[in-house]
């Protein structure tokens, strides 16, 4: 069974740097593509940015310039790192994964089979 966990989340104020993580465990063969999504109060959940391994990175035009995904090593796991954040970055950020390439949909939920619970980031001006 594939298991899917972030950490690295936390309250910060607005300006500054965090990087969170994610980690897959449990999988037979490298995967593919890892992404992360996040979900604000009230709000529906929104992709934020993906690594495809054959295809490279993908970021969500709202982040892009700020935030930056990138694989750690050739393990299953990645990092966001997230810099000059802002009370609208705040939102439960989760991870999720594939065995497939992602290039074609890397922003559809379904393109993802495999879920984390999410890591709370949480920006305060």
């Known amino acids: 069974q594939v298991h899917v966990v972030e950490s690295g989340g936390g309250s910060v104020q607005t300006g500054v740097s965090l990087r969170i993580s994610c980690e897959a465990s449990?999988?037979?063969?490298?995967?593919?593509?890892m992404a992360w999504f996040r979900q604000a109060p009230g709000k529906e959940r929104e992709w934020v940015a993906s690594?495809?391994?054959?295809?490279?990175?993908y970021h969500a035009g709202p982040v892009r310039g700020r935030f930056r995904i990138s694989p750690v090593n050739a393990n299953n796991e990645v990092y966001l790192q997230m810099n000059t954040l802002g009370p609208e970055d705040t939102a439960l950020y989760f991870c999720?994964?594939?065995?497939?390439?992602?290039?074609?949909?890397?922003?559809?939920?379904?393109?993802?089979?495999?879920w984390g619970q999410g890591t709370q980031v949480t920006v305060s001006s």
């Open positions: 999720a994964a594939t065995e497939t390439t992602c290039e074609r949909h890397p922003a559809w939920n379904t393109t993802y089979p495999y």
């Open positions: 449990g999988v037979t063969r490298r995967l593919t593509c």
């Open positions: 690594f495809d391994r054959n295809s490279g990175a």
